[in-house]
Structure formats: C-alpha cells, structure tokens
C-alpha cells in the first residue's frame, strides 16, 4: 500500500512538472506571438498614410462652423447631429463619427480581451470629438478631431512633440483597426490615433 501511494506522489510530480512546462512553452508562444505582430505592424506601417483634407471631407461630409475665442469652432446646422454618436465599450467612452464606431469599437474590445485596457484613458484632455483647430491655434487649419476621427490616448504622458511610446502591443491594435500612430510623425504626436483606412 505505502508503494502504491508512493508511485502515485511521483506520478502527480511528473504530471504537476509537465504542466508547469506546458505553461511556459505556451506562454513563449504567445510572446512570440504578440512579437511578430508588432513587427509586422511597423513594417506596415510604411503602408499606412493620413489622408488630406479634401479626402476626408468627401468620406465623412463637410460642414460650416464658427470661430470661438480659444481656437475651438462651433460647428452649424445639423452635421454633429447626423454624425457623431457615443461610442461605449466596457469602461471606454468617447464621441466619435459614426463611421469609424466599428473600427473604433474592435480596438478596445481587443485591447481588454488582451488584458491592456489599464493602458487607455482619456484623462486630461484625451477623446475622439473634439471641434477645434490644430493645436487649439486659430492661424492653423482644422484638428480632424472635429470629424470625431482622431483619438487621444494618455496625453499627459504623451504630450505632443515627445519621444516616448504607447506600449507596442496598443500600437500594433490600432493598426489592425485602421488607425495611424501618431508617434511616426514628423513631429512626433504619441498620444494620437489617428483613422487612415477602412477595415470592416
């Protein structure tokens, strides 16, 4: 009897040592994994390029506004009505263009099924809608967050015209769903996402 319980306890540790490195084989395959998707989302990135005013006006529709005093715009007739929705995901809420909802939507779904959602929030001025000049500067053309189209991550971490970098893998979603990292511009801008393609 003492044999067989003995035979049983070093059966469990095989079985408990096999487990344990099933676990950390498929830990490394999602490593790898996670890994070749960033790769190869900067190397598509090279693919992936904003598009002029003209080209966004004809997509999401053109409309009148007004000046304000601190370089915001009020927009006229019936465009924000017609154009901009609430868009809510878990925890994540944002005005955006309803055309961009879906995109906008299977980015922050996949960023919590990936367990990345402590990586966005809009604290301190992020969102999507926000109807403005570039840079809150009236000598400047119009923010295409006035289209509800660009969307603004973490800005206090990521202030315009800094080096740092979102965590890869949020670029590498944002990406996928059609939106092009901010931090690749020419002056760098890591807080920004803004949309490039349709990809649903």
């Known amino acids: 009897m003492e044999k067989l319980i003995q035979e049983e306890k070093k059966m469990r540790s095989v079985l408990e040592n096999i487990r344990h490195r099933f676990q950390e084989i498929r830990d490394q395959h999602n490593m790898l994994t996670e890994d070749?998707?960033?790769?190869?989302?900067?190397?598509?990135?090279?693919?992936?390029?904003?598009?002029?005013?003209i080209k966004i006006e004809?997509?999401?529709?053109?409309?009148?506004?007004?000046?304000?005093?601190?370089?915001?715009?009020?927009?006229?007739?019936?465009?924000?009505?017609?154009?901009?929705?609430?868009?809510?995901?878990?925890?994540?809420?944002?005005?955006c263009h309803k055309l961009i909802a879906p995109q906008l939507a299977g980015a922050f779904s996949e960023i919590y099924a990936r367990g990345l959602q402590?990586?966005?929030?809009?604290?301190?001025?992020?969102?999507?809608?926000?109807?403005?000049?570039?840079?809150?500067?009236?000598?400047?053309?119009l923010s295409f967050h006035s289209w509800g189209i660009t969307l603004d991550i973490r800005p206090r971490e990521f202030p315009y015209g800094s080096s740092a970098r979102q965590n890869p893998y949020v670029v590498s979603?944002?990406?996928?769903?059609?939106f092009f990292y901010g931090g690749d511009f020419r002056t760098p801008d890591p807080m920004h996402y803004e949309w490039c393609r349709f990809v649903i």
Do not use: A, M
Request: proline share 3%.
């Open 36 to 53: 070749i998707e960033i790769i190869y989302s900067q190397l598509e990135k090279k693919k992936f390029r904003t598009l002029p005013l």
């Open 58 to 95: 004809q997509i999401f529709g053109k409309f009148e506004y007004t000046e304000k005093s601190n370089g915001g715009i009020n927009i006229l007739n019936n465009w924000q009505n017609d154009n901009i929705i609430i868009l809510k995901v878990n925890d994540l809420t944002v005005w």
């Open 118 to 141: 402590g990586e966005v929030n809009f604290e301190g001025g992020g969102g999507c809608f926000v109807p403005r000049h570039k840079c809150w500067d009236p000598k400047r053309g």
């Open 173 to 178: 979603i944002f990406r996928k769903w059609g």
